[in-house]
């Protein structure tokens, strides 16, 4: 009884309208509260029609954040979002067309929905799509658009895309080398939050004897860092007694490899879903701002 009652509590303090305005405060309040209160207010939402509530609740599906994880319901919830013209949806909807994800693995068709949602601006759309590019999958492999991809993406402030653009200048891909360009970029992703960008920007660093902020660097990066970086993190810093502590930190992450995965979940859930709110409320009031022009 108790529990029900504190629901039913939960659920008077927000609205539909907090989703519709992109309110991420409200969301991070309702996902520490209750994650399942959480699900269950996206999937009303969801029900009135919101592409971003579609979207969120696609992505608790995925994640099984409030709910039990069922990835082919997640699809049908980003497919209903998609046809909305909403280009987070398109962007998941290619990533689970890429990563077969509750559906058949089709990265042409994932290369398309990145490209639609590309075509709308969203950052992540560009990513994805540029890396669809660089890498020939669904698409055939054109470097060049590949760079303007990342571009168009890092010129939004997107982390990883930041981290490609420096990689490109630094191996010379499609344009001469250049060294110190690479790296302002590498310091823009790092700052921006990207664990490959820490990486890259502490290589720079160590190369050039800056010891101590090359292992800040490490540090961070191994922190956060994903399996394959883990691994090349721990054999490449493990003869470096100034870099120790992140090589020892790359190994313990490696060695409990599915531990921190769960308790990120509902970070990285916040995050996608405020950038997805966030989105849709800046189109939202957009529009308003056109109908009374």
Not at 35 to 61: D, K, M, N, V, W
Not at 66 to 89: I, K
Not at 256 to 262: I, N
Request: hydrophobic letters at 45%.
């Amino acid at each position: 009884m108790w529990w029900a009652a504190n629901q039913r509590r939960i659920r008077r303090k927000y609205s539909i309208s907090d989703l519709r305005w992109g309110n991420t405060r409200v969301l991070e309040q309702l996902l520490a509260e209750s994650p399942e209160t959480a699900f269950a207010c996206l999937e009303s939402a969801a029900r009135h029609g919101l592409p971003e509530a579609q979207t969120g609740l696609g992505q608790c599906l995925l994640d099984g954040q409030g709910c039990a994880a069922d990835q082919e319901l997640a699809v049908t919830w980003f497919e209903a979002a998609a046809r909305s013209g909403y280009a987070p949806a398109m962007n998941m909807l290619g990533r689970c067309r890429e990563r077969g994800w509750g559906c058949a693995v089709d990265v042409t068709e994932a290369a398309i929905w990145y490209r639609r949602a590309a075509e709308q601006g969203l950052d992540w759309g560009q990513y994805n799509l540029g890396n669809a590019l660089l890498r020939g999958r669904g698409l055939p492999h054109d470097r060049k658009a590949a760079y303007r991809c990342f571009c168009a993406a890092a010129a939004q402030g997107h982390a990883k895309s930041m981290n490609l653009v420096g990689r490109f200048l630094e191996e010379g891909w499609e344009m001469p080398c250049n060294p110190a360009a690479a790296a302002e970029w590498y310091q823009k992703a790092a700052a921006g939050g990207d664990y490959r960008g820490s990486y890259n920007w502490g290589s720079w660093l160590a190369q050039r004897g800056q010891t101590a902020q090359a292992a800040a660097q490490f540090a961070a990066a191994a922190a956060v860092a994903s399996p394959d970086l883990l691994k090349v993190m721990a054999e490449t810093l493990k003869d470096r007694p100034d870099f120790a502590p992140a090589a020892a930190l790359a190994r313990h992450r490696l060695a409990a490899a599915s531990a921190p995965a769960a308790s990120w979940r509902g970070a990285a859930l916040i995050r996608r879903l405020g950038t997805w709110l966030n989105h849709m409320g800046r189109r939202a009031k957009q529009e308003v701002g056109t109908e009374r022009a």
